[in-house]
């Protein structure tokens, strides 16, 4: 069974910094496409960032280019998302998720094109 489980939210001031880690289990990690995703309260699920199985391929949400940054450890099962420079309007419930495809050539960003979720962590930004 394949698990997600999604670490590193919690509540900092704005221009504060957060590193969200999501650990992967139940199948081969290194061979999936990872992404983030966030939610905040009343509005859809929307994309952050993705990274490819082989990490050499990144994608990010426009607005969120320079601020966020995904990378991932495929010897510990890991993808990470490194939040920099937080403003109040990036409260919400962060996702990380698993691709469907194996070795996909490229990364995508949509909900559906993900099979596997986390149960989400919060987090907070005051101003």
């Known amino acids: 069974q394949v698990q997600l489980v999604e670490l590193g939210g919690g509540s900092v001031q704005a221009g504060g910094s957060l590193r969200l880690s999501c650990a992967a289990s139940?199948?081969?990690?290194?061979?999936?496409?990872m992404g983030w995703f966030r939610q905040a309260p009343g509005k859809e699920r929307e994309f952050v960032a993705a990274?490819?199985?082989?990490?050499?391929?990144?994608h990010y949400a426009d607005p969120l280019k320079g601020r966020f940054t995904i990378s991932r450890d495929n010897a510990k099962d890991t993808v990470y998302l490194q939040l920099n420079s937080l403003k109040p309007e990036d409260t919400a419930v962060y996702f990380c998720?698993?691709?469907?495809?194996?070795?996909?050539?490229?990364?995508?960003?949509?909900?559906?094109?993900?099979?596997?979720w986390g149960q989400g962590t919060q987090v907070t930004v005051s101003s």
């Open positions: 139940g199948r081969t990690f290194s061979a999936y496409a």
């Open positions: 990274i490819s199985w082989n990490g050499d391929s990144t």
């Open positions: 998720a698993g691709d469907r495809v194996p070795r996909r050539n490229a990364v995508v960003f949509t909900t559906t094109s993900y099979l596997y």
